[in-house]
């Protein structure tokens, strides 16, 4: 039962989310697996409707239980995180595995200052005075160098620019110390300035504190910053998981050669086109049998239409959901 | 080679807030004293974060908000006035906005979204189908599938299309594209970049490409205008402003840009801080509170807009001569 | 050549078919609407329906309780038919609760969409001339009005009416506001149109139905106003079948009939519970999210 | 704060000379002579024209009203032509009477009106919604005349528990706190609230509901929150809204008692109205319609203000 020190922080296996809420069942994700180790930060990269995102909050176990099925497992340290009910998943969120949003403008309560939020984040999960909580929201302020911290603990999130609010929100998800950070997106909504800033940031807290971080991102360019590996969904799958350098310098799937390929990237000629991907992004609701990409592919094959794609091993820790590099191995 | 369309002293600020009788107090100052030209067959692409005006410049441009001051003129007519009236101008510059599902009105059919605008300017119902229909095929999407379709049983992509046939459906000679393809996905994006050069060379039109993304705005444009907090920071050939940028500003822009080569990550920020606020927006240089080079002289006065050569142009008191900034030539020539 | 295989044309549903079948969808709202139109027809029928006049009393058989032989719902104090009355009720309680408030719609939406389009001055104007009447409560603002020009159906409906316009331009006015600097109506002004035809083709299609979900929400309330005026003396006068005037009338009953004295009563209720449902129901079908 | 306080009021003057203006007009908006129901009908033209004189109904319309909005802005609403007392008195004791069933009722309504609220907006589309919901608008939809007819025939003539009518021994002249007297509070204050409690319920469960769509419920849940804690984030979200639909209903309550006042003979500003109404004794009429009007006006200043206190979120501009 007790976690090893050299077990994975994050491990997830067999992963399916399926929202039941409307119409039709919705197969968000879909035999998801991925294990995350000390100290390591892997991006999960896909475009919107991929299922990254609903990936990430399953770890939190964020979705309405109503109106959602989950199976498989996932472990944070050796926690069955899908055994927690009620107080024990209370106490394990925000202290085993906390968060940062996307737009932290909605993520944070517009009637609470940011302060308070932090203060109230601390006194759940540590034994210590409402006084001393406020040292600590105080001295998180500092470290993610937010300018004149005592007064901006007072602020409310609306009289805050948004890299201030992306900052506060990175001192609210680290004050409990977690082991692991989910980061969903947390840079899509900044200027390209601050951008780079909020990635140093995360960047240099991550190192300093030896988190584990499963980072969302749409944009490529933010994953090689920030991740030792990086892991393509589409449609619910993860297509492709590797390295940085792997992924991005040898993509196998043809999904993600095809967008790194189309990336408007340096200087091209005028007259040129972008090697675009054909079609638009599959109905979740209505997937084709076999492989999800293969209306979209330039090199689906009959098999492609029918059989679901198998995992194939291309090198050290290089896994792609392809059938042509079976064929090919 | 005279300009298409030039504006001259263009000026918007909303009040934000007003006193006991009714007098404005403060106010957004969203565009500033903006001079720029476009002139036939280019794309000029305008690049800034939020809050530079970007978005403001293009309504102003259409005349959908009235602006504080400054003139618009049209192959050297002067629009708004009986020269050339709003309407007849109107036939000539198009948009497409970044929000494709607000951009077209929820109870209307496809079709009838792009026909509206030849209705109005007198086709027959009849006319302006048929055109609808052309365009839609010509954008790529099956007329018979689409055109009687509501906009919210579309797919992004194909939204954003619609409103690109939408635009083109007054045979316009210039098109401005408010962030036209920022929300889409990037797999989708290149799609429709593909069709706008395509379009743009079937229809000789000229392009007015508004974006925060400096990537898609090297791919597309010819000349790029760099604004922040409402002013011109620097303006010239797309090559030379992306290597040899001359604004502080355009350079931290630049500078933000991801390497995309795991071997080469970023390791310090280029500047600092937010954009400030544009109520009441900073004296002199709006960008020497953030400016590493920033002088006494920055905050005093702002810097005119200086002509390098080559059709390059800055405002920075570096680059203009007699400025009294350190880095500046000593004496005007 | 074109493919002869070109699929046929495709024509989705318009908006007001999607409402209608979610709304046939809500067993509930569905429910309400048959009452809504029961009570319409019986207001249609009622000279055919009423077992006898309602107008004819027989002194004799003054308040009979319910279940009397001939009177299944007994006789009121004049000994008038209380089964008839109350079919013959329906015509004017339903006038009187649905009159004003399209009377109403047709002047507040006027308002509202011209405050909201225009904006600026036309606005102010507009819109603080209504904040005056919105400064009285609906029911001060009905008593007042119908006690000053007194009693009799048509001084009801002007009171009524009056009630009911600023509470309909508000609407209107904020949702023409809303519409007004969405992104499709920017486009239809670049595209050179006048205002005229942007409201007609851009802004009525989508203030229209919200507008007209909010007034049916008032045909309740008005119905209750309207009853109260009859109720109080200030609306349909005597020997009319009104049900707020019967209720009136029954009072002095109300020790000796008890249940007599509250039928009227449980009609208004039958009927304004059955508009705010449908109401309601029409409302949730018409939030469609893409 | 302070400055936006004063703003506001100020915005409030025109609005309260148009109230002015409509109950001014509403006396001549009146059929016939305004001094019929004093005189008796054999009265000779020179009496007449005495008792024009002396009430001002001789002058133009525009003088009368400036002379009379001067007089009202010193507090004197003239005098009730029927008792011939002055108006201000008569009005001020019968709205205090009323304001002690609105406020009371206000109260139930906003405690049952939240409660159902709360449970239906957490509980969306569960048997818990729909009962609740059913309340709610049950309390929208019942003619609350009529309900006050029904709890006197249950509670009054079948069980006897409760006086029907009235405002207890010796009226209200003689009110004291003691439960002969307040139990005459119970049967129109409990029918009053049916109103606010529908109304309360329906806000507060759309409320409820768009607060809990939100992002940032996602973000407590995140950081650990335990539902409780979740819920006190939702009450301080809704509070500012609750709290001023709550003030709203209490003005129309106190507006709209006429028809509960009638039912229970109850000694408030809406059986004046009545009154003054069917007796045509206009001095008085304007006078309450004129007094319950303002108080509507200043009770949405109030709410305004607060509200804009109490939600950070406003700008206080």
Known sequence: MSATAEGPVLDIRGLRVTFTGGARPVRAVDDVSLAIARGEVVALLGESGSGKSVTLRSVLRLHPPRKTRIEGTIRVDGTDVMTLEGAALAAFRGKGASMIFQEPMLALDPVYSVGDQIVEAILRHERMSRAQARQRALEWFEHVRIPSPERRLEAYPHEMSGGMRQRAMIA???????????????????????????????????????????????????????????????????VEIGSVRDVIRTPRHPYTAGLLATRAHGG?????????????????????????????????????????????????????????????? | MAALLEVRGLVKNFPVRTDLFGRVKSFVSAVDEVDFDLHEGETLGVVGES??????????????????????????????????????????????????????????????????????????????????????????????????????????????????????????????????????DKSVEAQVLNLLLDLKEEFRLT??????????????ATRVLVMYLGRVAELGPTEALYTGSRHPYTTALLGSLLSMDPDRRTDAAPISGDPP????????????????????????????????GGGHAVACHMSEPGSGHSRAAGRAA | MRAATAEAFVRSPGYWVTVLRRFARDPVAVGAAMVVLGLILMAVFAPWLAPQDPLQGMTLKRLRPPGTDGHPLGTDELGRDMLSRLIHGARISLFMGIVPVFTALVAGAAIGIVAGYAGGWTNTVLMRTMDVFFAFPSVLLAVALAGALGPGILNSIIALTLVFVPPIARVAESVTTGVRSRDYVEAAKASGAGALTIIRKHVLGNVLGPIFVYAMSLIAVCMILASGLSFLGLGVKPPMPDWGLMLNTLRTAIYTQPLLCALPGVMIFITSISFNIMTDGLRSAMDIKA | M??????????????????????????????????????????????????MALYGFDRPYHEQFARWLARVAQGDLGTSIRTGRPVSLEVGKAVGNTLMIATLATLIGFVLGT???????????????????????????????????????????????????????????????????????????????????????????????????????AGLRAKGLSEFGVFRHVVKNAAPTALAVMGIQLGYLLGGSI???????????????????????????????????????????????????????????
């Open chain 1, 172 to 238: 609210l998800a680290l004050a409990c110390n977690p082991k692991l950070l989910l980061a969903d997106e947390p840079t899509t909504a900044l200027d390209a300035t601050v951008q780079v800033q909020i990635l140093l940031l995360l960047r240099e807290l991550q190192r300093e504190l030896g988190l584990s971080m499963l980072f969302v991102t749409h944009d490529i360019g933010v994953a090689v910053e920030v991740a030792d590996r990086i892991a393509v969904m589409y449609a619910g799958r993860i």
């Open chain 1, 268 to 329: 091209r000629l005028s007259g040129n086109r972008l090697p675009a991907i054909a079609g638009s992004p599959p109905d979740l609701a209505n997937l084709p049998p076999g492989c999800a990409f293969a209306p979209r592919c330039g090199h689906a094959g009959e098999s492609c239409m029918h059989e679901a794609p198998p995992v194939v091993a291309i090198g050290a820790g290089h896994e792609a959901r392809c059938v042509l590099l079976k064929t090919a191995a």
């Open chain 2, 51 to 184: 809050g530079c005006g970007k978005s403001t410049t293009a309504r102003l441009l259409l005349h959908l908000i009235e602006p504080t001051a400054g003139t618009i003129r049209f192959e050297g007519r002067t629009v708004g006035t009986a020269e050339l009236p709003w309407k007849a101008f109107r036939r000539q510059v198009q948009m497409v906005f970044q929000d494709s599902y607000a951009s077209l009105n929820p109870r209307l059919t496809v079709a009838e979204s792009i026909a509206f605008g030849p209705m109005v300017h007198g086709l027959s119902r009849r006319e302006a189908e048929a055109r609808a229909n052309a365009l839609l095929e010509r954008v790529g999407l099956e007329p018979n599938r689409i055109a009687g379709r509501f906009t919210h049983e579309l797919s992004g992509g194909q939204r954003q299309r619609v409103n690109i046939a939408r635009a083109l459906a007054l045979h316009p000679r210039v098109l401005v594209l408010d962030e036209a393809v920022s929300a889409l």
């Open chain 2, 207 to 220: 392009y007015l490409f508004i974006s925060h993304d400096l990537e898609v705005v090297r791919f597309m």
């Open chain 2, 277 to 308: 606020n544009p109520i009441d927006p900073p004296a002199g240089c709006r960008f020497h509170t953030r400016c590493a080079s920033a002088e006494p002289v920055c905050a005093a006065r702002h810097p005119a807009l200086t002509v390098l």
């Open chain 4, 2 to 51: 302070l400055a936006y306080a004063i703003k506001r009021t100020l915005f409030t003057l025109p609005i309260m000379l148009g109230v002015s203006l409509v109950c001014f007009a509403l006396v001549h908006l009146a059929p016939g002579d305004p001094l019929v129901s004093v005189l008796p009908p054999d009265a000779s033209q020179a009496i007449k024209e005495q008792m």
């Open chain 4, 115 to 217: 409660l159902f609220g709360f449970v239906a907006g957490y509980f969306r589309d569960s048997w818990l919604d729909k009962a609740a919901s059913a309340a709610a608008v049950f309390g929208v939809s019942v003619p609350h005349y009529w309900l006050g007819m029904i709890l006197v025939i249950i509670f009054a003539v079948q069980l006897g528990w409760l006086p029907p009518t009235g405002a207890g021994p010796g009226g209200s002249e003689a009110w004291v706190w003691d439960w002969v007297h307040v139990q005459h509070l119970i049967l129109p204050a409990v029918t009053m609230s049916v109103i606010p409690m529908g109304i309360i319920a329906r806000t507060v469960r759309a409320l409820v509901a768009e607060i809990l769509s939100q992002e940032f419920v």
């Open chain 4, 259 to 317: 028809l509960i006042e009638t039912v229970f003979s109850w000694p408030g500003s809406g059986l004046l109205l009545n009154d003054a109404i069917f007796q045509r004794d206009l001095p008085l009429l304007q006078g309450t319609i004129l007094v319950l009007a303002l108080f509507f006006v200043v009770l949405n200043l109030a709410v305004d203000v607060m509200q804009t206190t109490l939600d950070p979120r406003i700008q206080r501009a």
